[in-house]
C-alpha cells in the first residue's frame, strides 16, 4: 500500500551524464514536491507542482528540471551531475498547498562517479 | 524567505526522561508547523503537526507548543524508549503565494537515548 513510491532507490550515474529520478503517487494529491538531502542536513526544497504549474526555488540551479506529465508521476531530471549533486532526493505529496501534510517518498541516493 | 533555527543539534538523555527540541522561525506569516522524525537512510515520517490556530498539541507521548508572539516552537516526548532514537527537523509553511510554498526545514536534532 506504498503511497508515494520513487525508483530507483538507489542510482548511479558519471560526471555529466544525464540523470531521471522518479517519483509515483497513489494519493491522488495535487503538489507534488522534490527535496534535495545531503548528509547530515535537511531536506531542500528545489521545487514544486501544484498541479501542472511548475514552481522553482530561487536558489534551485538551473542544471535541474522536472516534469509532470500527469497527476501520479513527477520526474527530476539532473542535466549535468556534478560530484556536489551527490544526494539523497526525497519526493514527496500533498493535497494542497501549505498548512498540509507532505507524504515522504522513500528516498532515491544518487553517487556521482 | 523562511528561516528555521532548530536547537540542539545533538540531544543524548537517558531512557525514561523526556527530551525537548526547540525551533524558532522569522516570517510570522508562516501558520503550519509540522515534525519530521527520520531514522537513518529512511523517508522523514511525520510525527506530529500544529497550526498557528492552537497553542498546544498532544499525541500520546509526544507533545508540541508554538508561541506565536515569539516565533518559537518546541517538541516534547515524555518517557522517551530506544526506538525514539532518530534524527528529528522541525519545519514551517508559509501560506499560499507569500513565498515558498514547501517546507523550510530546520538543521535537525540527532536524539540519542542511552540505555
Known amino acids: 500500500d506504498a503511497m508515494v513510491i520513487q525508483n530507483p532507490r538507489y542510482q548511479v550515474t558519471q560526471f555529466g551524464k544525464p540523470v531521471t529520478l522518479s517519483c509515483s503517487q497513489t494519493?491522488?494529491?495535487?503538489?507534488m514536491y522534490w527535496y534535495q538531502q545531503k548528509s547530515s542536513q535537511a531536506p531542500k526544497l528545489l521545487f514544486h507542482?501544484?498541479?501542472?504549474?511548475?514552481?522553482n526555488e530561487a536558489d534551485t540551479p538551473d542544471n535541474f528540471q522536472s516534469r509532470r506529465p500527469n497527476t501520479s508521476f513527477c520526474f527530476l531530471d539532473i542535466r549535468s551531475p556534478g560530484l556536489g549533486d551527490a544526494a539523497m532526493y526525497l519526493c514527496?505529496?500533498?493535497?494542497?498547498?501549505?498548512?498540509?501534510?507532505?507524504?515522504f517518498g522513500p528516498g532515491t541516493r544518487l553517487l556521482v562517479l | 524567505g523562511e528561516n528555521v533555527e532548530q536547537h540542539p543539534s545533538t540531544l543524548s538523555v537517558q531512557e525514561g526522561d523526556s527530551a525537548v527540541i526547540k525551533c524558532t522561525y522569522s516570517?510570522?506569516?508562516?501558520?503550519?508547523f509540522p515534525w519530521y522524525k527520520q531514522e537513518l537512510g529512511k523517508r522523514p515520517q511525520l510525527i506530529i503537526d500544529?497550526?498557528?490556530?492552537?497553542g498546544e498539541k498532544k499525541d500520546q507521548r509526544i507533545a508540541v507548543t508554538l508561541n506565536k508572539t515569539a516565533k518559537h516552537f518546541s517538541l516534547h516526548i515524555t518517557e522517551t524508549q530506544p526506538e525514539d532514537s532518530a534524527v528529528y527537523f522541525c519545519?514551517?509553511?508559509?501560506?499560499?503565494?507569500?513565498?515558498?510554498?514547501?517546507?523550510?526545514f530546520g538543521k535537525g536534532t540527532h536524539l540519542i537515548i542511552q540505555p
Open positions: 494519493l491522488n494529491h495535487n503538489v
Open positions: 507542482y501544484y498541479d501542472k504549474d511548475f514552481n
Open positions: 500544529i497550526r498557528s490556530n492552537v
Open positions: 516570517d510570522s506569516a508562516s501558520n503550519y
Open positions: 514527496a505529496t500533498s493535497q494542497q498547498l501549505a498548512e498540509e501534510t507532505q507524504y
Open positions: 519545519a514551517a509553511s508559509h501560506p499560499p503565494g507569500g513565498g515558498a510554498d514547501g517546507l523550510t
